[in-house]
């Protein structure tokens, strides 16, 4: 369903202890890229190659380029493969011994990774190679504790609808860390509609992902 806007009237105050303590760490990037492709049968979508590099590096190559750091990529189904597939680009690499639990156990072992070493994460997902660059940087800069702007997710002008990816303040990676089976990030953006807000991007990226070869 459609987010809230931020800004509304019904904003709690912060409470002292929810600001990020001490001096501001940066923003990391959590890449999910630990799933089997079960629609596409013996191949790895993941690792079928578009305009000549594999989509799962096509897919991390923009949160490289926003500056994200440290930027870890989960990987599960042929972690190997994968591992490889982006090694060129200097990201952080974190298995996921569970990814056939479902996404929610790839997101709890990346944010264990990133824990600790930031003041919030963009998680983006390994099968969406046509997101822009800008796009994260509009998603980083929208994020505003001190506006109560906690969880930022691009959105284009006319769609109800937000897309990928999403930025999380560390406030809530415990809430992250604790989601169940195939229930991905959204979960918690819909608890907390008033520490959300929407970044407008034009960027069709946002919402394309690939399921099947017919998506490419």
Request: aromatic share 2%; with cysteine.
């Amino acid at each position: 369903g459609e987010w809230p806007a931020h800004g509304s009237a019904a904003e709690p105050a912060m409470t002292p202890d929810a600001p990020l303590e001490g001096a501001r760490r940066g923003v990391a990037g959590l890449l999910l890229a630990a799933g089997a492709s079960r629609r596409m049968g013996e191949r790895h979508k993941l690792l079928i190659e578009l305009d000549g590099r594999p989509l799962v590096a096509r897919a991390a190559a923009p949160l490289v380029e926003a500056g994200l750091s440290p930027l870890v990529v989960v990987t599960g189904h042929r972690g190997d493969e994968v591992a490889a597939a982006v090694g060129e680009l200097g990201v952080e690499l974190v298995h996921n011994p569970e990814h056939r639990r479902g996404q929610a156990s790839s997101l709890a072992v990346g944010v264990a990774a990133v824990a600790g070493r930031c003041d919030a994460v963009v998680v983006a997902l390994g099968d969406m190679p046509w997101i822009r660059a800008e796009t994260v940087r509009a998603v980083v800069a929208a994020y505003s504790p001190a506006e109560n702007r906690l969880i930022c997710a691009p959105v284009r002008e006319g769609e109800p609808r937000t897309g990928h990816p999403v930025l999380f303040s560390s406030r809530f990676f415990p809430e992250l860390r604790r989601l169940t089976g195939d229930v991905g990030a959204r979960e918690v953006v819909r608890r907390h509609p008033e520490l959300s807000a929407r970044v407008p991007v034009d960027d069709p990226g946002i919402h394309r992902d690939v399921d099947t070869t017919a998506d490419l």
